[in-house]
């Protein structure tokens, strides 16, 4: 079996959810998988206790007391939860539609120490936004491998659109890797499924960051 764990983060969107878990478990039955939920209040624990109870012992779920958003979600349950060297981080919107990914992103990171992570590699300026000038590179997080051992040296995922931002650019200044991989072809990524019900939550920040991309600084 893989080293290896899949994290997915939820927040009161239970269809979605079911199917990203469904659909993963469909290609790999026996990988774990962890949910976290960010303090559902809906119908989502009927969701959440149907699938703990379709798949005892290979899917737990982790239910936190309030919304702590998609990053500081998973870091929780980077540093608390989780116990594989390999973390596959999975997006609730997602649907898993081949199997035979995750031996390969795992091998990838497995070739060299140096490798952090591997995926589909973006380029993002300071801010994180994607273009192709960007000065920065790193996995889109919706579904891409980390070496668990590696993010507990670095910069935590963060209350962001791109989670990951911080902890990339450490990461890349530290000497590490991100390994492209073409993951999007085994998963379906609909794309803002609970930001587009609930939004970021990043309030005047994130509005400020966007006005400051567009005038470029």
């Known amino acids: 079996m893989l080293d290896c764990t899949a994290l997915i983060t939820h927040f009161q969107t239970p269809e979605l959810l079911r199917v990203a878990a469904r659909s993963f478990k469909t290609w790999y039955p026996h990988t774990p998988v962890l ?3 960010n303090g559902s209040r809906d119908a989502s624990e009927l969701v959440l206790g149907e699938l703990s109870d379709e798949y005892p012992g290979s899917l737990r779920v982790m239910r936190l ?8 979600a998973l870091d929780i349950a980077f540093r608390s939860a989780i116990e594989t060297e390999y973390v596959f981080t999975l997006d609730s919107d997602t649907e898993t539609v081949s199997g035979g990914f995750l031996e390969q992103m795992v091998a990838l990171l497995e070739s060299a120490p140096e490798n952090y992570s591997s995926g589909r590699v973006i380029r993002v300026n300071k801010r994180g936004f ?10 889109w997080i919706p579904y891409a491998m980390f070496r668990r051992s590696t993010y507990l040296t670095l910069p935590p995922f963060e209350h962001h659109g791109v989670p990951n931002l911080r902890n990339g650019i450490a990461a890349a200044r530290m000497g590490y890797s ?12 609909l ?3 609970t930001a587009e019900l609930y939004g970021y939550g990043l309030g005047v920040r994130g509005l400020a ?9």
């Open 209 to 217: 960051g966007r006005i400051l991309d567009r005038c470029g600084l």
């Open 178 to 189: 991100f390994l492209d991989f073409p993951v999007d072809e085994y998963v379906n990524h």
């Open 35 to 37: 949910v976290v939920d």
């Open 191 to 193: 794309g803002r499924g």
């Open 65 to 72: 007391e309030r919304n702590y958003f998609h990053g500081p």
């Open 130 to 139: 994607a273009t192709r000038n960007g000065a920065y590179e790193l996995c």
